[in-house]
């Protein structure tokens, strides 16, 4: 089992950043993809932003250009810089792990942090 721990959330006007940030721990072997997605209220959840093992990275068309996905595969960390915060931007934002064994792909989500932002 990974758990994750997510930091960062909170309230900011439009056209503010902030950075959230996960912590991985527990079974973290084999971890391949960290990211994050978002879920705005009456809205399905969306991707942000992934990072695979190999350091490529993918981005939501509506964030690219201002949101940034960092990762430390020595700590077990993915970060997320947001700029250039927009009210759209709000919403809970989950942080994303999976692991492949054995060809097996395994889904991890760590409990959400709000992101407010205000116009």
């Known amino acids: 089992q990974v758990h994750l721990v997510e930091s960062g959330g909170g309230a900011v006007q439009a056209g503010g950043s902030l950075r959230l940030s996960c912590a991985a721990s527990?079974?973290?072997?084999?971890?391949?993809?960290m990211g994050w997605y978002r879920q705005a209220p009456g809205k399905q959840r969306e991707l942000v932003a992934t990072t695979p093992s190999g350091g490529s990275t993918n981005y939501a068309d509506s964030v690219k250009g201002r949101f940034t996905i960092s990762r430390d595969n020595a700590e077990n960390t993915v970060s997320l810089q947001m700029s250039s915060l927009k009210p759209e931007d709000t919403a809970v934002y989950y942080c994303y792990v999976n692991r492949v064994i054995a060809g097996n792909l395994y889904s991890y989500w760590g409990q959400g942090t709000q992101v407010t932002v205000s116009s």
């Open positions: 527990g079974s973290i072997f084999s971890i391949y993809t």
